[in-house]
């Protein structure tokens, strides 16, 4: 006879039923075949997760995937071929009959949006990388509309107030083929920059706008204004051409991407209605201000701080200047080259203010300074040459600048030294104005930030070091007409004073460029665009060093020997 415990006999019961129970749950599932507990189990997990059943989650949006039109649009006719020849037709109104595109990635940006991934596997192509938010090498498509208010009243000698500029159809050649060689030309300008690597041409036009100068309207929303006021003169094969580019930042691929590359807005005066009333040009087209539209069946690219990512730039002289005499021909053509820098380049400046500002060569000073030129460092960036970084002594042999697109950056640890070698081959070699003034022009570059290129907002970081020398200077209070300072040159000072290059303070808080220099106690015509002065080191002024003038004492520079437009020079890193 076997005897068990009552409460023994409980706890067996409880573990058959337990484990029955649990057997027969784990059979269980649902019309899917899936097992119950499975399910619960994940539904538990989900449900714990923080966050994500609260009201301020924000699903992740889901990818765009490329669409099968997209990927078989063709490709727009090749770089070389010439643009068509358009008829203006008013009874042709472009549409846009596509759907809306202006959640897409890359389409028209009014204001920030929700972030959206990339299409999952998605190969990107860069058939070049040259050029931050618009290529710098291949061919760009643009239409440049020169406009003026209806009741525009200063006068103004280059562009007169019931008229348009006499020299605004020569402002860009149509075709690479027709080679203007006219100084203020954008497609001359590029060619000669670029050694032909990179060619800008369009369609150039005039607007009377319907806005009076009393403008309620921000700058993006007047360029909108006048664009669809203009829409109907063409027909969508210019939109068409004007669609040459798929863009992101440092990514381009010679394809139509839906969306206009560059529409260039010259403005007789600044009227705008915002707060930017005091700026010359503006590397966008619009802001966030600006409702989005498209122009000709394509979307027009708006930024959104601080990407200088659009589908143009807008040049306006201040109001101010255009009283003064100020707008001139060579003022729009350097404010847009300067914009479409910024497009290029960088959002920033390489100067600040006026104190210490410097003459340099960059496509991103300002048109006060009188200079053309762009520098081997911009060159190198946008795949015009090569910056050769040299870090140990060496001798080397440069050929021009504008014939090779060449230069050499010296790196010591401390300072860098950037050397170019130019024969003045070129109009638009203006690193100085002598043309005489033929050999290496040497820039020291003292910031540490190689992102920024020293183009960080101020005056301290690139210092021209001419063969003429350093010296202090004088302000007596004399001027030429316009209020063009006259300075004294005194004593030489080779390590702390300052070259003919350099703004010199003509009252406290106020400067001003070298109008006409004193020396002797007699006036020349000598200015700080270099005017009978020398900047280059040569076979006449070969030697940069610690013992010369200006003096530096991290590394000494030699020419050793010129051989037609080469010069062969030795460089000595003293640490």
């Given at each position: 006879?076997?005897?068990?415990?009552?409460?023994?006999v409980?706890?067996?019961?409880?573990?058959?039923?337990?484990?029955?129970?649990?057997?027969?749950?784990?059979?269980?599932?649902d019309?899917?075949g899936?097992?119950?507990?499975?399910?619960t189990?994940?539904?538990?997990?989900?449900?714990?997760?923080?966050?994500?059943?609260?009201?301020?989650?924000?699903?992740?949006?889901?990818?765009?995937?490329?669409?099968?039109?997209?990927?078989?649009?063709?490709?727009?006719p090749?770089?070389?071929?010439?643009?068509?020849?358009?008829?203006?037709?008013?009874?042709?109104?472009?549409?846009?009959?596509?759907?809306?595109?202006?959640?897409?990635?890359?389409?028209?940006?009014?204001?920030?949006?929700?972030?959206?991934?990339?299409?999952?596997?998605?190969?990107?192509?860069?058939?070049?990388?040259?050029?931050?938010?618009?290529?710098?090498?291949?061919?760009i498509?643009?239409?440049?509309?020169?406009?003026?208010?209806?009741?525009?009243?200063?006068?103004?000698q280059?562009?007169?107030?019931?008229?348009?500029?006499?020299?605004?159809?020569?402002?860009?050649?149509?075709?690479?083929?027709?080679?203007?060689?006219?100084?203020?030309?954008?497609?001359?300008?590029?060619?000669?920059?670029?050694?032909?690597?990179?060619?800008v041409?369009?369609?150039?036009?005039?607007?009377?706008?319907?806005?009076?100068?009393?403008?309620?309207?921000?700058?993006?929303?007047?360029?909108?204004t006048?664009l669809?006021?203009?829409?109907?003169?063409?027909?969508n094969?210019?939109g068409?051409?004007?669609?040459?580019?798929?863009?992101?930042?440092?990514?381009?691929e010679?394809?139509?991407?839906?969306?206009?590359d560059?529409?260039?807005?010259?403005?007789?005066?600044?009227?705008?209605s915002?707060?930017?009333?005091?700026?010359?040009?503006?590397?966008?087209?619009?802001?966030?201000?600006?409702?989005?539209?498209?122009?000709?069946?394509?979307?027009?690219i708006l930024?959104?701080?601080?990407?200088?990512?659009?589908?143009?730039?807008?040049?306006?002289?201040?109001?101010?200047?255009?009283?003064?005499?100020?707008?001139?021909?060579?003022?729009l053509?350097?404010t847009?080259?300067?914009?479409?820098?910024?497009?290029?380049?960088?959002?920033?400046?390489?100067?600040?203010?006026?104190?210490g500002?410097?003459r340099?060569?960059?496509m991103l000073?300002?048109?006060?300074?009188e200079?053309?030129?762009?520098?081997?460092?911009?060159?190198?960036?946008?795949?015009?040459g090569?910056?050769t970084?040299?870090?140990?002594?060496?001798?080397?042999?440069?050929?021009?600048?504008?014939?090779?697109?060449?230069?050499?950056?010296?790196?010591?640890?401390?300072?860098?030294y950037?050397?170019?070698?130019?024969?003045?081959?070129?109009v638009?070699?203006d690193?100085?104005?002598?043309?005489?003034?033929?050999?290496?022009?040497?820039?020291?570059?003292?910031?540490?930030?190689?992102?920024?290129?020293?183009?960080?907002?101020?005056n301290?970081?690139?210092?021209p070091?001419?063969?003429?020398?350093?010296?202090?200077w004088?302000?007596?209070?004399?001027?030429?007409p316009?209020?063009?300072?006259?300075?004294?040159?005194?004593?030489?000072?080779?390590?702390?004073?300052?070259?003919?290059?350099?703004k010199?303070?003509?009252?406290?808080?106020t400067h001003?460029?070298?109008s006409a220099?004193?020396?002797?106690?007699?006036?020349?015509?000598?200015?700080?665009?270099?005017?009978?002065?020398?900047a280059?080191?040569?076979?006449?002024?070969?030697r940069?060093?610690?013992?010369t003038?200006?003096a530096?004492?991290d590394?000494?520079?030699?020419?050793l020997?010129?051989n037609?437009?080469?010069?062969?020079?030795?460089?000595?890193?003293?640490?």
């Amino acid at each position: 006879m076997v005897y068990l415990n009552k409460s023994r006999v409980v706890v067996y019961l409880f573990l058959i039923v337990l484990v029955v129970g649990c057997t027969s749950r784990s059979s269980e599932t649902d019309a899917t075949g899936q097992d119950v507990d499975t399910l619960t189990v994940e539904s538990e997990i989900v449900d714990t997760d923080p966050g994500l059943d609260s009201e301020d989650a924000t699903p992740e949006p889901e990818p765009d995937a490329p669409s099968q039109e997209d990927v078989s649009k063709p490709k727009p006719p090749s770089p070389v071929d010439e643009p068509p020849r358009f008829v203006p037709s008013p009874d042709t109104v472009a549409t846009d009959s596509r759907p809306d595109r202006r959640d897409r990635p890359g389409s028209v940006i009014g204001q920030p949006q929700t972030p959206t991934q990339p299409p999952p596997e998605q190969d990107v192509s860069c058939e070049t990388t040259n050029g931050m938010f618009l290529p710098s090498i291949g061919q760009i498509n643009t239409l440049v509309l020169f406009i003026r208010y209806k009741d525009e009243n200063h006068s103004n000698q280059y562009w007169p107030a019931d008229g348009f500029p006499r020299d605004w159809k020569q402002f860009i050649d149509e075709s690479p083929s027709d080679r203007s060689t006219n100084f203020h030309n954008l497609t001359h300008f590029y060619r000669e920059a670029s050694g032909g690597k990179f060619t800008v041409v369009g369609r150039v036009d005039t607007v009377t706008a319907d806005l009076s100068i009393e403008n309620p309207l921000d700058y993006g929303t007047s360029n909108r204004t006048v664009l669809k006021q203009v829409e109907h003169r063409y027909d969508n094969r210019l939109g068409e051409w004007l669609d040459n580019w798929t863009r992101s930042e440092h990514c381009h691929e010679n394809t139509s991407d839906g969306n206009i590359d560059l529409i260039l807005m010259v403005w007789r005066s600044n009227r705008f209605s915002n707060t930017s009333l005091t700026w010359s040009g503006i590397a966008h087209i619009g802001g966030g201000r600006t409702e989005p539209y498209t122009f000709l069946g394509k979307d027009v690219i708006l930024p959104v701080f601080p990407r200088n990512f659009s589908s143009g730039a807008t040049v306006a002289i201040r109001d101010q200047s255009v009283r003064d005499g100020l707008l001139t021909a060579n003022a729009l053509f350097q404010t847009t080259v300067h914009e479409i820098a910024h497009q290029q380049i960088t959002y920033w400046h390489p100067q600040a203010g006026s104190q210490g500002m410097q003459r340099f060569p960059s496509m991103l000073t300002y048109a006060d300074q009188e200079i053309h030129t762009h520098s081997g460092r911009e060159a190198d960036m946008l795949g015009w040459g090569t910056l050769t970084t040299v870090t140990s002594d060496t001798v080397l042999t440069l050929g021009d600048f504008y014939e090779t697109g060449n230069s050499v950056m010296v790196k010591t640890g401390g300072s860098s030294y950037l050397i170019e070698n130019r024969q003045k081959t070129s109009v638009y070699d203006d690193a100085s104005a002598n043309p005489d003034d033929k050999g290496l022009f040497v820039y020291q570059y003292r910031a540490r930030n190689d992102r920024t290129l020293s183009y960080d907002g101020t005056n301290s970081n690139i210092i021209p070091l001419p063969s003429d020398g350093v010296y202090d200077w004088d302000f007596r209070g004399k001027w030429l007409p316009g209020w063009r300072a006259i300075f004294d040159r005194k004593e030489a000072n080779a390590t702390e004073g300052s070259g003919f290059t350099r703004k010199q303070m003509t009252s406290p808080g106020t400067h001003h460029w070298i109008s006409a220099l004193v020396e002797n106690g007699e006036q020349t015509t000598k200015n700080f665009r270099g005017v009978e002065l020398r900047a280059a080191y040569s076979m006449e002024s070969p030697r940069l060093s610690s013992d010369t003038n200006p003096a530096v004492d991290d590394i000494t520079l030699e020419v050793l020997s010129v051989n037609g437009k080469q010069i062969t020079f030795s460089v000595t890193i003293n640490r």
